[in-house]
């Protein structure tokens, strides 16, 4: 997937907080212990669920699997120092090709898997999620954003 696509969708603080609260919801009565973030974008969506899960224990694991615009192969730059158990949230922003879950389900094989979107390729490897997303769409979370000016349509 590269920037190049024309379909976009664009996420705002309020929104993605909004969503993230809604997996919260679907996670409720679990018995959830310890969290694992997926760096860097499950790090935003995990402090939100450790905060509505009442959940203290919080971990991350590095993962680099895109080059600014371009997906390429999955490297663990920083592991998680807790163990998989079923009372283990593993959280990420997005599911996209599947190719980070697919190793995440590898590494932790007894944990939950969330996150706050899913696009059809990678929604097979996912426990829960609130939004589905056209595969050929590209993402733009809030902390890949500024605000800027813009001016009104009868200037330009």
Known sequence: MSLSTNKMFYVSWEAFHRATKELAHQLLGKNYTAIV?????????????ARELNI???????????EHDKQGSLRILKDASIEDSEQLLVVDDLVDTGETAKALREHFPKACFVTVYAKPQGKPLVDHYITDIEQDTWIQLPWDMELAYSKPLADK
């Open 37 to 49: 973030a997926v760096s860097r974008g499950g790090l935003v969506p995990a402090a939100i669920l």
């Open 56 to 66: 203290r224990v919080v971990d991350s694991i590095c993962v680099a699997s895109y």
